[in-house]
């Protein structure tokens, strides 16, 4: 079955760090990739999301990711953590199946002063 | 204009009773997907929706869920006999057309049921 894995369920940085959140998809056709974040009591917020155009997709809130097929990853990137980015991210993938999505376990990012 | 919502935002049950989840999309919505969140896990997909047509209904874990979206906007998940395993956040999701990835969804704050 298709999936998608999110190394590590909690990444912690200091405020101004560089944040790396890795994803990881299994297959041989690159799908639909997207990353969103849900902030406490909140709905899932798109990031952004790859759709072949550009293998560096830029996003919201100063986040890139970039799509590397040899590498079957779609790490989400950002220079400079503000203590606003904590939350949970969820890398997810469409198109394997219809269009559902199918999401990685998420990765709890928490910022420190 | 207003997003998805949902309600309630907060359920509690009592193991065997049956509760119904409600979905208001984006308005012109065409396509409504349903998720299920357990705690410290991924969304995971239950069944979809293109208007009125329930398309896919493969994630639906077994024959005590039930989805509708009988005029093709409102929809309602219906779980019946809940058991302590459907202890989860339920997602809403509506997107504007019915292709696969031509179209962002997007997601309501969740119905947070505990079934004790």
């Known amino acids: 079955a298709q999936s998608v894995t999110q190394l590590g369920s909690h990444v912690s940085v200091s405020e101004g760090a560089l944040v790396l959140l890795r994803c990881n998809y299994s297959?041989?056709?690159?799908?639909?990739l997207f990353w969103y974040v849900q902030y406490p009591n909140q709905g899932l917020q798109l990031l952004l999301k790859?759709?072949?155009?550009?293998?560096l997709v830029k996003g919201i809130n100063g986040f890139e990711a970039e799509f590397k097929k040899s590498e079957t990853s779609f790490h989400l990137t950002k220079p400079s953590a503000h203590m606003s980015d904590a939350a949970e991210y969820f890398c997810a993938a469409e198109g394997w199946a219809g269009n559902m999505l199918t999401f990685g376990g998420g990765t709890r990012l928490m910022v420190k002063p | 204009g207003a997003g998805v919502s949902q309600s309630p935002r907060y359920k509690v049950a009592k193991r065997g009773q049956d509760v119904a989840l409600r979905c208001d999309p984006i308005?012109?919505?065409?396509?409504l997907f349903w998720y299920q969140q357990a705690l410290g896990q991924g969304p995971e997909f239950l069944t979809y929706f293109q208007n009125e047509a329930q398309l896919d209904k493969s994630g639906l874990p077994s024959d005590r869920f039930f989805a509708e979206r009988p005029e093709g906007s409102v929809s309602t998940l219906k779980i019946q006999r809940t058991q302590q395993e459907d202890s989860a956040v339920y997602l809403c999701?509506?997107?504007?057309?019915?292709?696969?990835?031509?179209?962002?969804?997007?997601f309501g704050p969740g119905t947070r049921l505990l079934v004790l």
């Open positions: 308005s012109g919505h065409v396509s």
């Open positions: 297959s041989s056709v690159p799908p639909y």
């Open positions: 999701a509506s997107s504007l057309g019915g292709g696969v990835g031509e179209e962002t969804q997007y």
């Open positions: 790859y759709t072949s155009a550009a293998t």
